[in-house]
T-cell receptor, first 114, second 109 residues
Framework: IAGITQAPTSQILAAGRRMTLRCTQD?????MYWYRQDLGLGLRLIHY???????GKGEVPDGYSVSRANTDDFPLTLASAVPSQTSVYFC?????????????FGSGTRLTVV | RKEVEQDPGPFNVPEGATVAFNCTYS??????FFWYRQDCRKEPKLLMS???SGNEDGRFTAQLNRASQYISLLIRDSKLSDSATYLC??????????FGAGTRLTVKP
Protein backbone atom coordinates (compact mmCIF):
# COMPACT_ATOMS: atom_id res chain seq x y z
CA ILE A 1 0.00 0.00 0.00
CA ALA A 2 1.09 3.53 -0.63
CA GLY A 3 -0.49 6.43 1.22
CA ILE A 4 -3.76 5.89 3.05
CA THR A 5 -6.06 2.91 2.66
CA GLN A 6 -9.68 3.02 3.79
CA ALA A 7 -12.08 0.11 4.05
CA PRO A 8 -14.76 -0.62 3.15
CA THR A 9 -15.21 1.45 0.00
CA SER A 10 -18.94 1.58 0.58
CA GLN A 11 -21.45 0.09 2.97
CA ILE A 12 -25.19 -0.01 3.55
CA LEU A 13 -25.89 -0.33 7.24
CA ALA A 14 -29.07 -0.87 9.20
CA ALA A 15 -29.85 1.77 11.81
CA GLY A 16 -28.79 0.73 15.29
CA ARG A 17 -25.93 -1.45 14.08
CA ARG A 18 -22.32 -0.92 15.13
CA MET A 19 -19.68 -0.38 12.47
CA THR A 20 -15.97 0.36 12.31
CA LEU A 21 -14.43 2.18 9.38
CA ARG A 22 -10.80 1.27 8.90
CA CYS A 23 -7.93 3.60 8.03
CA THR A 24 -4.29 2.62 7.59
CA GLN A 25 -1.36 4.75 6.45
CA ASP A 26 2.18 3.74 5.56
CA UNK A 27 3.81 7.17 5.51
CA UNK A 28 4.67 7.20 9.24
CA UNK A 29 2.67 10.40 9.62
CA UNK A 30 2.13 11.48 13.19
CA UNK A 31 -1.28 13.10 12.82
CA MET A 32 -4.46 11.49 11.51
CA TYR A 33 -7.99 12.76 11.02
CA TRP A 34 -11.50 11.63 10.22
CA TYR A 35 -13.78 13.89 8.20
CA ARG A 36 -17.28 13.51 6.90
CA GLN A 37 -18.41 15.22 3.72
CA ASP A 38 -22.03 16.12 3.10
CA LEU A 39 -23.44 17.99 0.14
CA GLY A 40 -23.22 21.76 0.60
CA LEU A 41 -21.43 21.52 3.93
CA GLY A 42 -17.89 20.69 2.97
CA LEU A 43 -15.65 18.45 5.03
CA ARG A 44 -16.21 18.51 8.78
CA LEU A 45 -13.77 17.10 11.30
CA ILE A 46 -15.07 14.27 13.47
CA HIS A 47 -12.02 13.22 15.50
CA TYR A 48 -8.29 13.63 15.21
CA UNK A 49 -5.08 12.21 16.63
CA UNK A 50 -1.88 14.24 16.85
CA UNK A 51 0.24 11.21 17.68
CA UNK A 52 -0.15 7.55 18.58
CA UNK A 53 -1.89 7.12 21.91
CA UNK A 54 -3.77 10.45 21.81
CA UNK A 55 -7.10 11.47 20.30
CA GLY A 56 -9.25 14.59 20.28
CA LYS A 57 -12.73 15.70 19.30
CA GLY A 58 -13.44 17.73 16.20
CA GLU A 59 -16.48 19.72 15.10
CA VAL A 60 -18.96 16.83 14.94
CA PRO A 61 -17.82 14.03 17.30
CA ASP A 62 -21.18 12.87 18.66
CA GLY A 63 -22.00 9.26 17.84
CA TYR A 64 -18.42 8.45 16.84
CA SER A 65 -15.36 7.14 18.65
CA VAL A 66 -11.76 6.58 17.60
CA SER A 67 -8.62 4.93 18.87
CA ARG A 68 -4.93 5.28 17.96
CA ALA A 69 -3.09 2.25 19.30
CA ASN A 70 -0.19 2.70 16.85
CA THR A 71 1.08 5.15 14.24
CA ASP A 72 -0.44 3.44 11.22
CA ASP A 73 -4.05 2.72 12.18
CA PHE A 74 -6.90 5.06 13.06
CA PRO A 75 -10.28 3.27 13.07
CA LEU A 76 -13.56 5.17 13.39
CA THR A 77 -16.45 3.43 15.17
CA LEU A 78 -20.15 4.20 14.98
CA ALA A 79 -21.57 2.61 18.12
CA SER A 80 -25.22 2.68 17.01
CA ALA A 81 -25.69 4.05 13.51
CA VAL A 82 -28.43 6.58 12.70
CA PRO A 83 -29.61 7.79 9.28
CA SER A 84 -28.02 11.23 9.83
CA GLN A 85 -24.64 9.49 9.72
CA THR A 86 -25.17 8.74 6.06
CA SER A 87 -22.20 10.46 4.48
CA VAL A 88 -18.85 10.03 2.77
CA TYR A 89 -16.09 9.54 5.31
CA PHE A 90 -12.51 10.50 4.57
CA CYS A 91 -9.48 9.61 6.61
CA UNK A 92 -6.48 11.94 6.30
CA UNK A 93 -2.98 12.26 7.68
CA UNK A 94 -0.22 14.81 7.98
CA UNK A 95 3.44 14.57 8.92
CA UNK A 96 2.89 16.86 11.90
CA UNK A 97 -0.21 18.31 13.58
CA UNK A 98 0.71 21.70 12.13
CA UNK A 99 0.29 20.17 8.66
CA UNK A 100 2.55 22.68 6.89
CA UNK A 101 2.39 20.47 3.80
CA UNK A 102 -1.34 19.90 4.01
CA UNK A 103 -3.16 16.61 4.34
CA UNK A 104 -3.08 13.35 2.41
CA PHE A 105 -6.51 11.77 2.08
CA GLY A 106 -7.72 8.23 1.69
CA SER A 107 -10.18 7.41 -1.07
CA GLY A 108 -13.17 7.52 1.26
CA THR A 109 -15.93 5.27 2.56
CA ARG A 110 -19.46 5.91 1.33
CA LEU A 111 -21.83 4.94 4.15
CA THR A 112 -25.60 4.73 3.90
CA VAL A 113 -27.59 4.13 7.08
CA VAL A 114 -31.13 2.90 6.46
CA ARG B 1 -19.79 34.58 9.56
CA LYS B 2 -18.67 31.11 8.52
CA GLU B 3 -15.03 30.25 9.16
CA VAL B 4 -14.45 29.62 5.45
CA GLU B 5 -16.78 30.77 2.68
CA GLN B 6 -16.64 30.05 -1.02
CA ASP B 7 -18.89 30.84 -3.93
CA PRO B 8 -20.34 27.39 -4.75
CA GLY B 9 -20.65 28.18 -8.45
CA PRO B 10 -20.98 26.42 -10.74
CA PHE B 11 -18.54 28.21 -12.99
CA ASN B 12 -18.99 27.10 -16.59
CA VAL B 13 -16.17 28.34 -18.83
CA PRO B 14 -14.86 27.50 -22.33
CA GLU B 15 -11.47 25.92 -22.87
CA GLY B 16 -8.72 28.50 -22.80
CA ALA B 17 -10.56 30.87 -20.50
CA THR B 18 -9.17 32.41 -17.35
CA VAL B 19 -11.24 31.85 -14.23
CA ALA B 20 -10.81 33.03 -10.65
CA PHE B 21 -12.30 31.82 -7.40
CA ASN B 22 -12.35 33.65 -4.10
CA CYS B 23 -12.45 32.34 -0.57
CA THR B 24 -12.95 34.41 2.59
CA TYR B 25 -11.96 33.34 6.08
CA SER B 26 -12.81 34.65 9.53
CA UNK B 27 -9.76 33.75 11.64
CA UNK B 28 -7.22 36.54 11.22
CA UNK B 29 -4.51 34.48 12.97
CA UNK B 30 -4.34 31.87 10.21
CA UNK B 31 -0.88 31.68 8.67
CA UNK B 32 -0.96 29.12 5.90
CA PHE B 33 -3.67 28.28 3.44
CA PHE B 34 -4.37 25.60 0.89
CA TRP B 35 -6.32 24.94 -2.26
CA TYR B 36 -7.44 21.36 -2.84
CA ARG B 37 -8.98 19.85 -5.93
CA GLN B 38 -11.70 17.24 -5.65
CA ASP B 39 -13.02 15.22 -8.56
CA CYS B 40 -16.49 13.75 -8.41
CA ARG B 41 -16.73 10.98 -5.79
CA LYS B 42 -12.97 11.10 -5.18
CA GLU B 43 -10.78 12.26 -2.34
CA PRO B 44 -9.46 15.84 -2.14
CA LYS B 45 -5.94 16.31 -3.43
CA LEU B 46 -3.60 19.15 -2.58
CA LEU B 47 -3.31 21.64 -5.42
CA MET B 48 -1.41 24.54 -3.89
CA SER B 49 -0.30 25.95 -0.57
CA UNK B 50 -0.06 29.66 0.21
CA UNK B 51 2.17 30.90 3.01
CA UNK B 52 2.93 34.50 2.11
CA SER B 53 1.37 36.83 -0.41
CA GLY B 54 0.98 34.24 -3.12
CA ASN B 55 2.18 31.21 -5.01
CA GLU B 56 2.35 30.31 -8.70
CA ASP B 57 2.55 26.87 -10.27
CA GLY B 58 2.22 26.77 -14.03
CA ARG B 59 -1.28 27.86 -15.01
CA PHE B 60 -2.36 28.19 -11.38
CA THR B 61 -1.83 31.23 -9.17
CA ALA B 62 -2.95 31.53 -5.58
CA GLN B 63 -2.99 34.91 -3.87
CA LEU B 64 -3.49 35.89 -0.26
CA ASN B 65 -4.85 39.18 1.01
CA ARG B 66 -4.47 39.18 4.79
CA ALA B 67 -5.97 42.63 5.28
CA SER B 68 -9.23 41.61 3.62
CA GLN B 69 -8.95 37.98 4.75
CA TYR B 70 -9.43 36.33 1.41
CA ILE B 71 -7.55 33.90 -0.79
CA SER B 72 -7.98 33.60 -4.52
CA LEU B 73 -7.19 30.92 -7.06
CA LEU B 74 -6.61 31.91 -10.69
CA ILE B 75 -6.57 29.33 -13.46
CA ARG B 76 -5.26 30.47 -16.83
CA ASP B 77 -5.78 28.71 -20.17
CA SER B 78 -8.40 26.35 -18.72
CA LYS B 79 -8.29 22.70 -19.81
CA LEU B 80 -11.12 20.20 -19.87
CA SER B 81 -9.20 18.29 -17.21
CA ASP B 82 -9.49 21.27 -14.83
CA SER B 83 -13.18 20.46 -14.34
CA ALA B 84 -13.51 19.66 -10.64
CA THR B 85 -14.51 21.18 -7.32
CA TYR B 86 -11.93 23.43 -5.70
CA LEU B 87 -11.77 23.53 -1.92
CA CYS B 88 -10.32 26.37 0.11
CA UNK B 89 -8.69 25.22 3.36
CA UNK B 90 -7.76 27.37 6.35
CA UNK B 91 -6.00 26.32 9.58
CA UNK B 92 -7.74 27.28 12.82
CA UNK B 93 -6.38 27.90 16.35
CA UNK B 94 -7.67 24.54 17.54
CA UNK B 95 -4.95 23.00 15.41
CA UNK B 96 -6.90 21.47 12.56
CA UNK B 97 -8.19 22.76 9.24
CA UNK B 98 -11.49 24.19 8.10
CA PHE B 99 -12.68 23.34 4.62
CA GLY B 100 -14.86 25.49 2.45
CA ALA B 101 -17.81 23.80 0.79
CA GLY B 102 -16.07 24.13 -2.55
CA THR B 103 -16.45 25.89 -5.88
CA ARG B 104 -17.48 23.74 -8.82
CA LEU B 105 -15.80 24.38 -12.17
CA THR B 106 -16.83 22.92 -15.51
CA VAL B 107 -14.62 23.60 -18.51
CA LYS B 108 -16.40 23.01 -21.81
CA PRO B 109 -15.00 22.43 -25.31
Amino acid sequence: IAGITQAPTSQILAAGRRMTLRCTQDMRHNAMYWYRQDLGLGLRLIHYSNTAGTTGKGEVPDGYSVSRANTDDFPLTLASAVPSQTSVYFCASSDTPQAWEGYTFGSGTRLTVV
Amino acid sequence: RKEVEQDPGPFNVPEGATVAFNCTYSNSASQSFFWYRQDCRKEPKLLMSVYSSGNEDGRFTAQLNRASQYISLLIRDSKLSDSATYLCVVPVPQGDMRFGAGTRLTVKP
